[in-house]
């Protein structure tokens, strides 16, 4: 893991620079992200404004090297809680350095703080490299939409139902 990584709530003022880091992460992978820094500035404007409480970045000493946005109060299926992951943003330079592991436990812990029984999110058809990183957390294929798959985890605070 990279030294001293921190993980934090993101400060107003830091906008620009998560757009930035957002248009490098997704080079090669546009066809499943925003693809202008307009639309990345509207889409995270968007992503903090559902849930500022649940946008957390990463630092190492004192720069940002990562985000991400998750939302706790999301409604999963039959209308179970859940924390929705929209999107976790690692540097290029900083990917493999255990970054996006952190942010993800904090994603994680952050559903099991506020009683979420799953933790879910997207990820692009295709797009194997996510998809079998986040196998490697727990997480399972539960359907499609699209071009999308739909990927859950059961969290320990989560009451296991028949539904879920």
């Given at each position: 893991m990279a030294k001293s990584v921190r993980i934090r709530p993101v400060r107003e003022g830091e906008l620009e620079e998560l757009v930035r880091i957002y248009m490098r992460a997704y080079r090669g992978l546009e066809e499943y992200a925003e693809r202008t820094p307009e639309d990345a500035r509207a889409y995270l404007e968007w992503l903090y404004g559902t849930c500022p409480e649940g946008f957390f970045v990463a630092e190492v000493d004192g720069k940002i090297v990562g985000?991400?946005?998750?939302?706790?109060?999301?409604?999963?299926?039959?209308g179970n809680s859940t924390c929705e992951i929209h999107e976790i943003v690692v540097a290029p330079e900083w990917q493999r350095q255990g970054i996006g592991s952190a942010l993800m436990e904090r994603a994680l812990s952050f559903g099991e703080e506020n009683g979420?029984?799953?933790?879910?999110?997207?990820?692009?058809?295709?797009?194997?490299?996510?998809?079998?990183?986040?196998?490697?957390?727990?997480?399972?294929?539960?359907?499609?939409?699209?071009?999308?798959?739909?990927?859950r985890k059961p969290l320990r605070s989560g009451v296991k139902t028949a539904s879920d």
């Open positions: 985000f991400l946005a998750c939302n706790p109060h999301w409604q999963g299926p039959h979420c029984a799953t933790a879910t999110l997207w990820v692009g058809r295709g797009n194997d490299k996510a998809l079998n990183w986040y196998r490697k957390f727990g997480f399972q294929l539960v359907g499609s939409w699209g071009r999308w798959l739909r990927m």
